[in-house]
């Protein structure tokens, strides 16, 4: 009978593919491994841009017998369906090893000189990484092992406490890069581009308009939202590629070192054992981290991720989001990088229409019902239709009226 560990294992991921990844992570060219376990680490409809395997691995140092848990992150082995052809496109997985192993060293750097900072790790740690003709490799630490989940409530949106902690986290990576891309600007080459923000489509336009498009035709059936909101989202879909890439494109005044796709299954939370309150934070996914304007990852978050009751407090996760930037910037003894007030809500309200599209073209992924979608490709698919949750369509007439009201849409 074939393990569930044989099913799933490729066949690069040998014995000598961990000896090289640990000795590398450890610096130990002696350790050797004895076994490995692999599985899935992410359940169907929760991961789309790579294969994800969670690998216990049983190893030799010296004389003593250790064992280790880890994240193996690999480029889909087969291209099939939009997403991953839109993946493969680019090396994304390049840019991504390039976050993990030069940028965030560099950022964790100068945050830790700063003791009252009480700086914590605002991704998982970086172990090892591997290029070849069968797949990209990026291996991780597995955040699981230290008490790290992603959120209960996924399918309602993030509440009022998770969300605050994942402003001050997007403030911190944005202040941090701010301090050295003033050190060495060379650093960020490698995020000038990502994976929306090139002229090509690449599968994006099929992606953006078919989500689209059977949003507008749920509003179509809603009496009181017909025939205010449905036949601009029908319109919408004419342009909405475009723009995407204007929603995401570069300012000339601040621009930061953005996540790129902070939403849900992009994020891992830890809770007290006691209280059950929500602790710590760490992003996953590093793939769309992009050179832009800090509205980018705003926007993206709260109309992807937050709920509706969360949303009604926007102006104060966006305050929280300023103060802690202006708090950072001035304890790395970089105050003069810090924004205006003003600017900050000048950036958001000439994206909001960026605001728009990400309610409709991603919050329904996040918030959907992953039992009732076992891929999310099959949102692209003309014959299927993902399921749009109550909870969804209760946020989307909300946000709809508040888009309206600000002339987002």
């Known amino acids: 009978m074939t393990s569930n560990n044989e099913t799933c294992k490729p066949k690069w991921m040998s014995t000598s593919f961990f000896e090289k990844a640990l000795r590398s992570a450890e610096g130990d060219n002696k350790i050797t491994v004895i076994s490995t376990e692999v599985k899935a680490a992410t359940a169907a409809g929760d991961n789309y841009a790579s294969d994800m395997h969670r690998v216990v691995v049983k190893f030799r140092r010296g004389n003593k017998t250790e064992e280790i ?10 291209s099939e369906g939009v997403i991953a052809k839109m993946m493969s496109e680019r090396n994304l997985f390049d840019q991504e090893t390039a976050a993990f192993s030069i940028m965030f060293p560099a950022m964790y750097k ?3 000189e700063v003791p009252s900072l009480n700086n914590q790790p605002f991704s998982a740690k970086y172990l090892y990484s591997d290029s070849h003709e069968t797949a990209s490799i990026i291996v991780l630490e597995d955040l699981k092992v230290k008490g790290f989940r992603l959120a209960d409530n996924r399918m309602s949106g993030l509440d009022l406490k998770h969300c605050l902690l994942v402003v001050r986290t997007i403030a911190r990576i944005h202040a941090a890069s701010l301090v050295q891309h003033q050190k060495d600007s060379t650093m960020f080459e490698p995020f000038m581009d990502n994976l929306f923000s090139i002229d090509k489509d690449i599968g994006m336009r099929e992606f953006i308009e078919g989500n689209i498009s059977r949003v507008a035709k749920e509003v179509d059936t809603w009496p009181e939202y017909k025939d205010r909101f449905a036949k601009k989202l029908h319109k919408l879909r004419d342009t909405a590629v475009e723009k995407w890439r204007l929603g995401i494109s570069r300012n000339g005044e601040s621009n930061v070192l953005c996540h790129g796709d902070p939403w849900l299954n992009n ?6 054992e006691d209280t059950a309150e929500v602790q710590e934070f760490r992003f996953v996914d590093f793939q769309l981290t992009y050179w832009t304007s800090p ?48 600017l900050i809500n000048e950036e958001l309200e000439k994206r909001g229409f960026f605001a728009v599209l990400c309610s409709i073209v991603l919050r329904s992924v996040a918030m959907a019902d992953r039992s009732k979608i076992t891929d999310i490709e099959s949102v ?19 946000l709809l009226l508040l888009f309206d009201a600000r002339g987002w849409i």
């Open 110 to 112: 100068l945050l830790d």
């Open 69 to 78: 848990s880890i994240i193996v992150k690999a480029s889909k082995q087969e």
């Open 295 to 342: 509205a980018v990852d705003l926007h993206y978050f709260m109309y992807t991720s937050a709920s509706a009751e969360a949303l009604d407090h926007s102006e104060l996760l966006i305050q929280e989001y300023y103060n802690t930037l202006c708090e950072i910037l001035t304890l790395l003894k970089h105050p003069h990088l810090q924004p205006t007030m003003g």
């Open 380 to 398: 692209n698919e003309e014959n299927k239709v993902i399921h749009l949750t109550e909870k969804y369509k209760s946020s989307l007439k909300k």
């Open 267 to 272: 994020m891992m939370f830890r809770y007290s």
